[in-house]
């Protein structure tokens, strides 16, 4: 950390921010120009993310070298983390394909969805059971009996699963049955919930805020890495911008910059992110083009009568087209898909 203070400052006040310092318990680099002294601490300052020191006398400009996260970046940990659960692996050369329902609806729907994603290529079941909707009057989901119906499909079609979990006492119910805890755009920076998540031994998949930027997202995955769970992967699910012909804006940007930053995997939701079923086979190829470890994409037998986020919903035909598509972008990008 750098901190630049005004050259005209009595000797007192610098002596003030230095002595601050030692007592954090870090040696201080000075140098003193004309205009400027610029102090350089030397150290971990985790600890002084706190001190506010632009209220000291003096102090012009406060500049962090250091990242913000620790255990979700690249300093830390250079090489990739690949996060394997039973016989897949996300992060690794191959691109893993999330696909389900947004929500559970019943038996017929969930089953039916699994065999079809599965036969396609897909590794993964996703299905809300709890879902977070933006209105307290649209269908809030089955919670237990659409987990049991989750679990069910997956272990009929040796699909792993992954589905949402909103608030920390719903962790034990949930863990019961999914293989991959989701945590939604909505809540991540629910800390309570991403402590109590750093704090069990499966994967959690943490979506990105619609207002969040890159560093927030890694902040939150840190939470759940400092407390000791490593499986942290990344999703990019668009953002929240002026454009409004899309549901969000994808930031494809997101993909290579967080794979410069961090070590963990990334994922992208490109139907949340577009909101328009015809945009989400395009958007699936950029970001797996841009470097993205897999997709989670909404899947319907029949989009139409969906409960939940009909229009982003593919029906099995364009899934089935879709991974067709994506295999090729893949390959050329040196991946795989099965
Ligand atoms: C979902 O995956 O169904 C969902 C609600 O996504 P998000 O949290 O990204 O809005
Ligand atoms: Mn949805």
Redesign the pocket.
């Given at each position: 950390m750098i901190i630049v203070i005004n050259g005209k400052t009595s000797n007192a006040h610098v002596e003030k921010v230095i002595q601050r310092l030692h007592e954090m318990g870090h040696e201080v680099d000075i140098s003193r120009g004309e205009r400027r002294i610029v102090l350089g601490v030397i150290g971990d300052v985790k600890n002084l993310t706190s001190v506010p020191f632009y209220a000291f006398d003096g102090v012009e400009e406060v500049i962090r070298v250091e990242k913000p996260y620790k255990l979700a970046s690249k300093e830390f940990k250079s090489s990739t983390t690949t996060i394997k659960i039973k016989n897949v692996a996300i992060g690794g050369k191959e691109v893993v394909i999330m696909a389900g329902p947004?929500v559970v609806e019943n038996e017929k729907q969930i089953f039916e969805t699994a065999q079809k994603v599965k036969a396609a290529g897909a590794k993964i079941l996703r299905g809300?059971a709890f879902k977070?909707r933006t209105s307290p009057y649209s269908f809030q989901g089955l919670e237990e009996e659409g987990l049991k119906l989750l679990a069910q499909a997956g272990a009929e079609t040796g699909l792993l699963v992954v589905t949402?979990v909103m608030s920390a006492n719903q962790i034990e119910l949930v863990g019961k049955y999914t293989d991959i805890f989701?945590v939604?755009?909505?809540n991540m920076q629910n800390f309570v919930l991403l402590k109590e998540l750093g704090k069990v031994n499966k994967p959690v998949l943490l979506?990105r805020g619609m207002s969040a930027t890159i560093e927030e997202l890694l902040l939150s995955a840190e939470y759940i890495l400092s407390e000791g769970n490593k499986k942290v992967i990344l999703c990019e699910?668009g953002i929240r911008t002026f454009e409004n012909y899309t549901r969000n804006t994808l930031d494809l940007s997101a993909i290579p910059a967080i794979k410069e930053l961090s070590h963990l995997p990334v994922i992208v939701?490109p139907s949340?992110a577009t909101g328009r079923w015809r945009l989400v086979s395009p958007m699936a190829k950029a970001a797996i083009a841009a470097g993205a470890d897999g997709l989670i994409i909404e899947v319907h037998p029949n989009p139409e009568v969906s409960f939940s986020d009909g229009a982003q919903s593919l029906n099995f035909k364009h899934f089935e087209d879709l991974i067709l598509e994506v295999k090729q972008i893949a390959q050329a990008v040196g991946r795989s898909v099965d």
């Open positions: 947004c809300g977070p949402e989701q939604g755009a909505r979506k699910r939701d949340h």
